[in-house]
């Protein structure tokens, strides 16, 4: 496929912008400017729309094709939200509006739909409290950890240390290195839990806290959640949830009541926003008591004549995060769905998961490797470790699966599953769509019987197909993909 450069005919216009009265370029100092016109690429109009077009068709995405991407999951992105979030008033609004006596009273609807998501989010948790501020999971757990930090520091604990266990999400250990900590790794038992014996002996006086997802990245709950809580408790650690992924617990279970102190949610994952190529997304971090005073501001609070206003004054809070008040399209579409759903709706959201998730499992496990043969929650984890052993790797079965019109899974995540596949089908797929994965799934380990060499030419199907990776990673600027 050309380039959009390439397309270019010189004098090609697809639109000109009226030409300004006012000689703006005397204006900026003749050291600055232009020698020479920016080399933009001169197209029409049709130009523009068939090329991006093209490419928007070579994507993957949940419009397109089953995306069993387990832990950072594409769940449901129902339309009806997007409609929620082009609403004018909203889609409209300035965001310093809020910031002027005046602008306040024009702002009231998007502030009440801050406050009530705000008690949405505690209701389903049991948190006291949450700051729609940050923009992504990550940005949540650097959020909440920094919170974290900010409480030692006040009650004048000399803290070091945060536990995470080997199955976390790689920026559960990033974000406590980030905030200056050290990380203590705690290693899976033979239940794909973290090892409760080897963790009595990691906590320690200078244990900061601990951070954990729950059900883990192997899918699997870990039931002594509570004695944990405890355990970090006794040495006044605080207990971090990584709630990335709610789609398993909706309705079930609450991390505030199992003695959570602080944790984010997803809500380009669990609540309906799409994702993907690094946003936009937003990562609301709830909190118990214990932490209220270090939230982030401004917060939306009430005043006794029922109106809302942005409050600042939270003297001991971390400061600002990012700039006013989060994704606030992102809040609106995951408020829309919440409400839209109910609590008996998100409710089914998790039987849904769940029941879809142990189907996948229960039937893949006559061929694959099942890491760890027990009920799961949203998602599991393979091993490819069988069809390794004649030479078709977790990767050969991902480029496999492209062919087939499926996005491949999650592999080589978990690290602590040697060749593994992740997948996560979530709560809106149809059987039928489960059963064709798992018949793809079939078909590629019956060919890793047969012919294996096939896999390494894969995939037959993409306009780019298999990488040499070396020499991609060496050789960046040779004309590599220019000609296939
Ligand atoms: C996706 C995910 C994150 C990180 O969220 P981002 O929005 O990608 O920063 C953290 N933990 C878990 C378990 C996740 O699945």
């Known amino acids: 496929m050309q380039l959009i450069f390439e397309k270019s005919v010189e004098g090609r216009r697809g639109f000109e912008n009226p030409r300004s ?34 490419l928007s068709q070579r994507n993957f995405s949940v419009d397109t094709h089953f995306y069993p991407l387990g832990s950072c999951t594409m769940k449901y992105n129902p339309k009806f939200t997007e409609t929620v979030a082009a609403v004018e008033g909203f889609a409209n609004l300035h965001p310093l509006l809020p910031q002027l006596k005046q602008g306040e009273k024009l702002v009231q609807g998007a502030l009440e739909v801050l406050y009530h998501m705000e008690s949405l989010l505690c209701e389903i948790t049991g948190m006291d409290r949450f700051t729609m501020q940050p923009l992504a999971g990550a940005h949540g757990e650097l959020t909440g950890v920094m919170m974290m930090a900010a409480y030692h520091k006040a ?10 266990p080997d199955s976390a999400h790689g920026t559960n250990p990033a974000t406590a290195a980030i905030v ?5 790794s705690v290693n899976s038992d033979g239940n794909g839990v973290m090892d409760l014996n080897e963790l009595k002996e990691r906590i320690t006086d200078e244990t900061a806290g601990l951070m954990v997802t729950d059900p883990n990245t192997l899918g699997i709950f870990n039931s002594d959640v509570d004695k944990i809580a405890e355990m970090v408790h006794a040495v006044d650690g605080i207990m971090y949830y990584d709630g990335a992924n709610l789609n398993a617990i909706l309705g079930r279970c609450r991390p505030g009541d199992i003695g959570f102190d602080v944790m984010h949610i997803n809500l380009h994952k669990t609540f309906s926003t799409p994702h993907g190529g690094g946003g936009p997304g937003s990562g609301p971090v709830g909190v118990n008591a214990k932490l209220v005073p270090y939230l982030p501001v401004s917060m939306v609070d009430r005043r006794d004549d029922g109106t809302y206003y942005l409050n600042y004054d939270y003297p001991e809070s971390i400061g600002y995060l990012a700039s006013f008040y989060g994704n606030f399209s992102i809040l609106l579409r995951a408020y829309a769905y919440i409400v839209m759903a109910g609590g008996e709706g998100l409710k089914e959201v998790s039987n849904h998961a769940v029941l879809n998730a142990n189907y996948i499992k229960d039937r893949l496990k006559e061929r694959f490797h099942l890491a760890y043969d027990r009920i799961c929650m949203h998602e599991s984890v393979f091993s490819a470790s069988k069809q390794a052993d004649r030479g078709v790797h977790a990767v050969d079965i991902s480029k496999y699966l492209i062919d087939q019109n499926i996005h491949p899974p999650t592999v080589y995540f978990p690290l602590s599953v040697k060749e593994s596949i992740m997948i996560e089908p979530t709560e809106t797929e149809s059987k039928q769509t489960m059963d064709r994965f798992i018949e793809a799934m079939f078909n590629a380990d019956e060919l890793s019987r047969k012919q ?25 600027n040779t004309n590599y993909f220019q000609n296939t």
């Open 21 to 54: 009265d006012v000689d703006l370029i005397a204006e900026i100092p003749v050291e600055y400017r232009r020698e020479k016109d920016c080399p933009f690429p001169e197209v029409s109009e049709l130009d523009v729309v068939r090329h991006f077009t093209a």
């Open 155 to 164: 009650k004048g604990n000399k803290k070091k240390y945060i536990i995470v």
């Open 180 to 184: 200056g900590y050290e990380i203590v």
């Open 452 to 476: 294996p060499e096939v896999f390494h030419g894969l995939p037959a199907t993409t306009p780019v197909t298999r990488p040499d990776e070396v020499k991609a990673a060496r050789d960046i």
